[in-house]
Structures are given as C-alpha cells and as structure tokens.
C-alpha cells in the first residue's frame, strides 16, 4: 500500500514577531492500491443466463485496481486565530476500476469525478474549556456504474 503525499506551502508570523492571518495551501496525490481477486462462479437453476450447467463451476482471477486520487486544498486562518475556512478538491480516478476488469467491452464504465469540500471554524478562545463551532458542506459526485452504448453497436 502506498502512502499519500502532500505538500504544503504557508505563511505564519511578520518580521515583527506578531501573528498575522495564514494561509496555506496543499497539494495531495493517494496513490491506490490494487487487489487480486479470485471467486468462483457454479451453474444451476438461476444461472440460466450463461452458457454454464448445472454444476459445472468456473474459476475467476482478476485484478481490481481502486481510484487514484488527487486533490489540492486552501485554508485561511484569521489573525487572532478564532476564523478558520478551508476548501478541498479532490478528482477521483473511479474509471480506473472498470479499466483493471477490462469491463469496458461491455459498455459498463464510472466516469471519474471531483469531490469539493467546504469548511469553517469559529472558536471561542476566551471561554474555559474551549469551545469552537464547525460547519461544513462537500459535494460527492455519483459514482455509479453507468452503461455506454457507443461502440458496442453499430446503427
């Protein structure tokens, strides 16, 4: 398994010492692991769709490859340090999966998608013990399998 990386970039303190607002940016890349994947399929009543008879079973060895993903995210922190907003986006390689199963022959495929992420913080720094309020909104894209015609067919 691979670990994600990360680079970040920031500003923190004025040549006077005192503490202004920060700002940091990141950039990630996850890189995905990848199974091998082995099942057995057996013929009986229910599998009238195949060519398989009753009994007679098949080996199946694939390998399945998980989305990569990459991202990049900002965050702002106010200069008293009670305001904290971030924002993340990240793309999702979801078409890697149907790919590793050389699906693609049967017009299956998930198409890769961008997650956003948005966030905030208010804390209270005065009160005992410290207390913050956090709030957040993200967008998850349908990663559904979805069927192609295109290329299967000829009209």
Same mark, same amino acid.
């Given at each position: 398994?691979?670990?994600?990386?990360? =680079? #970040?970039?920031?500003?923190?303190?004025q040549p006077n010492g %005192?503490?202004?607002?920060?700002?940091? &940016?990141?950039? @990630?890349?996850?890189?995905?692991?990848?199974?091998?994947?082995?099942?057995?399929?057996?013929?009986?009543p229910a599998s009238q769709?195949?060519?398989?008879?009753?009994?007679?079973?098949?080996?199946?060895?694939?390998?399945?490859?998980?989305?990569?993903?990459?991202?990049?995210? =900002? #965050?702002?922190?106010?200069?008293?340090?009670?305001?904290? %907003?971030?924002?993340?986006?990240?793309? &999702?390689?979801? @078409?890697?999966?149907?790919?590793?199963?050389?699906?693609?022959?049967?017009?299956?495929?998930?198409?890769?998608?961008?997650?956003?992420?948005?966030?905030?913080?208010?804390?209270?720094?005065?009160?005992?013990?410290?207390?913050?309020l956090r709030a957040g909104?993200?967008?998850?894209?349908?990663?559904?399998?979805?069927?192609?015609?295109?290329?299967?067919?000829?009209?």
């Open positions: 398994m691979n670990p994600a990386h990360r =680079l #970040a970039i920031a500003e923190a303190r %005192l503490r202004e607002s920060t700002s940091l &940016v990141a950039f @990630s890349y996850r890189q995905a692991p990848t199974f091998d994947f082995e099942f057995s399929v057996f013929g009986g769709e195949t060519d398989l008879q009753p009994g007679e079973r098949v080996a199946i060895n694939t390998r399945i490859d998980y989305p990569t993903v990459w991202g990049a995210g =900002l #965050a702002y922190r106010s200069s008293d340090g009670r305001l904290t %907003l971030s924002f993340e986006w990240d793309h &999702v390689e979801y @078409s890697s999966i149907f790919d590793s199963l050389d699906a693609t022959s049967s017009g299956e495929f998930i198409p890769d998608g961008d997650e956003v992420h948005f966030g905030g913080e208010y804390a209270f720094l005065q009160s005992k013990p410290l207390f913050a909104i993200w967008h998850d894209p349908d990663h559904q399998d979805q069927l192609s015609l295109s290329g299967i067919y000829s009209w």
